[in-house]
């Protein structure tokens, strides 16, 4: 049995922590949107009589392709937790950048996710699936859905918002990667800046492109600036060249500039190919 997904990557409008949980997780409040830019996974399953294996090939030479693959680990934790005695193949094609704040691994993840549950029949909703991949990562549950959304708790509270308005996206990645782990332990919530996340939402309700515009913001943006100063080139650019506004998604270091018009979406595109490894212009999915 063969199956494929697509793995939309996210972009973070809005992102929050409140504090820490005492297991060190991060309490989030923020606004996600999926958009067209997506890695392609296909599973292949085949029940085996001997002990089942599951394996992940990809065209990155970036990505593990063991254990520490989060697709692999998605996959192993739905065989598990169902007792599934099949074989499992994940072939990922990676157009996502690796380790950028667009959570590329969480969406490869959430693809096996949604591909076993429908190739094993498992019958699981969404919001089960997001439980499930809570244990993968906080990014996954949102990948599930893979739609403009708030994002609370660690990461498994989901609250489907309305599609955004009109809008172009010029996303674009610097050379370096930024570990994750790394800046959240950095995190100091005495100093932290907060966002305005309920204005967002209700920008984003009332599909007011200028109040999401207004109240976005990236509460470890201070962090991440700090270690790769080019983010904020990158922004500054994006500015100039007629982008409406310029975040950093997630911990970084991918930015991303909001356009109103693909003439514009293309203009901040051109001003970035000189000095950034990649650039793409997208669209929000819903």
Known sequence: MEISEKAPAKLNLSLDTLYRHHTGDPEWDMVMTAIDLSDYVTITTKETQSSPQITVETDSGFLPCDQRNLAFQAAATLKNKFNIPHDVKIHIKKNIPVAAGMGG??????????????????????????????QIDSDVPFCVYSQTARV????????????????WLVV???????????????????????????????????????????????????????????????????????????????????????????????????????????????????
Not at 107 to 131: F, I, P, Y
Request: glycine letters at 8%.
């Open 105 to 134: 691994g969480s969406a490869d993840a959430a693809a096996v996710l949604r591909g076993l549950n429908k190739l094993w029949q498992l019958g699981l909703s969404h919001k089960e699936l997001a439980q499930i991949g809570l």
């Open 152 to 167: 609370s708790g660690r990461g498994e509270v989901i609250t489907p918002l309305e599609p955004l308005p009109p809008l």
């Open 172 to 286: 674009a990645k610097i050379k370096a990667s930024v570990s994750t782990p790394r800046i959240l332990r950095q995190i100091d919530y005495e100093e932290l800046d907060h966002q305005n996340t309920d204005a967002v939402v209700a920008a984003i309700q009332n599909h007011d492109l200028a109040g999401i515009c207004a109240n976005m913001g990236n509460s470890l943006e201070r962090i991440t600036c700090a270690q790769h100063p080019e983010i904020l080139k990158i922004k500054e650019t994006m500015l100039k060249s007629g982008a409406l506004v310029a975040q950093m998604s997630g911990t970084g270091p991918t930015v991303f500039g909001i356009c109103r018009k693909q003439t514009q979406a293309n203009h901040v595109y051109n001003s970035l190919r000189g000095f950034c490894q990649n650039v793409y212009v997208v669209r929000p999915l819903r």
